[in-house]
């Protein structure tokens, strides 16, 4: 089993409706950066649009892609990913958030091109990994990926449901992953290919970690059913566990993650988080400079964990690649 680290970079508290979006937490990339160098982890870096504009972003970046230190990959927010259009939820950063699988083909087709372009031009590689925004993911998105010459998406949130999420006023909202694998897998059709390696989310609690179906029928019915709230408040809190440092995470739920992840036999396990979460009050997850001081010391604890385990890292691309051989 390998360790994927993925940072969703992007501007600054992307819940600032109807605002210019301002990329100041990009500053606080070079501390982790060390961090990831000092325990040999790669991680790769999904940038949005408004990262690839900003001048320190191509600077630090193109640095790390010359010394073979990180990955650069799409993060694709249609709400700042041109062309956009006048007219609710279309707008830049306007007060609707849609999902990718929202917007019709054309213009999805459209932000994809333009994004890849901005990557291009602004760190002198093609993307070939992908996250959609709110993870906003579905085939043909997965179609459109591999004809542009992406290798892999991590889109994909096993055991989660956003379809109750409001994205565009009065439209789908987004996609349902209830019944997704935590396996890789692989879109194939007549002119290339996609990897899909999911975001690692995994019940851990017997009997959620047992069996495919009871899971699936929990986290489909436990908002709208009292007994099954019931369980959750005594039993099941914060199932299913994100390899993701929420503040309320500690080592020992990661070590639950990994030891999940070993007996299915996963081939990669995937972290993420946002670029914001480095920053104090970019974020609402790390509001205080002593909450960001925890993440640092929970991924410093995290890390030692991987080295102890022996479980090396590998970026979406190199992960990918492997998986095809």
């Not at 099954?228 to 639950?256: A, C, E, G, S, V």
Request: charge should be neutral.
């Amino acid at each position: 089993m390998e360790f994927i680290l993925t940072i969703d970079t992007e501007g600054d508290n992307q819940w600032a409706f109807g605002k210019k979006l301002t990329v100041e937490n990009i500053k606080f990339i070079p501390r982790f950066q060390q961090l990831c160098n000092k325990y040999f982890i790669k991680p790769t870096y999904l940038v949005t649009s408004e990262v690839c504009d900003d001048a320190f972003a191509k600077e630090i970046f193109t640095d790390y892609l010359h010394a073979d230190i990180a990955e650069i990959g799409s993060h694709l927010h249609s709400w700042t990913t041109p062309p956009f259009q006048d007219r609710n939820g279309y707008r830049y950063n306007d007060f609707e958030h849609p999902f990718a699988t929202e917007l019709s083909n054309d213009l999805l087709t459209e932000k994809l091109k333009y994004l890849t372009n901005q990557i291009e031009d602004s760190f002198g590689i093609h993307p070939q990994s992908f996250r959609s925004g709110r993870y906003g993911f579905n085939g043909y998105l997965a179609r459109i990926l591999a004809e542009n010459s992406y290798l892999v998406d991590s889109s994909v949130t096993p055991y989660m449901n956003w379809s109750g999420c409001q994205g565009i006023k009065g439209g789908e909202g987004g996609p349902d992953f209830l019944d997704s694998t935590p396996l890789p897998y692989e879109y194939k059709y007549a002119h290339g290919s996609l990897i899909e390696i999911p975001v690692t989310i995994l019940p851990t609690k017997f009997p959620l970690n047992r069996n495919k179906k009871i899971a699936v029928h929990y986290f489909r019915n436990v908002n709208s059913s009292i007994p099954l709230r019931i369980f959750r408040k005594l039993l099941f809190q914060n199932q299913p566990l994100w390899l993701r440092p929420y503040p309320w995470m500690n080592i020992n739920m990661f070590d639950n993650i990994l030891g999940e992840a070993q007996k299915m036999q996963l081939p990669y396990v995937v972290m993420m988080f946002h670029s914001s979460e480095l920053m104090p009050g970019c974020s609402i997850y790390r509001t205080t400079k002593n909450e960001v001081e925890n993440l640092y010391n929970l991924l410093e604890r995290f890390f030692i964990l991987l080295h102890e385990k022996k479980i090396a890292s590998v970026t979406l691309i190199e992960a990918a690649k492997s998986y095809k051989l």
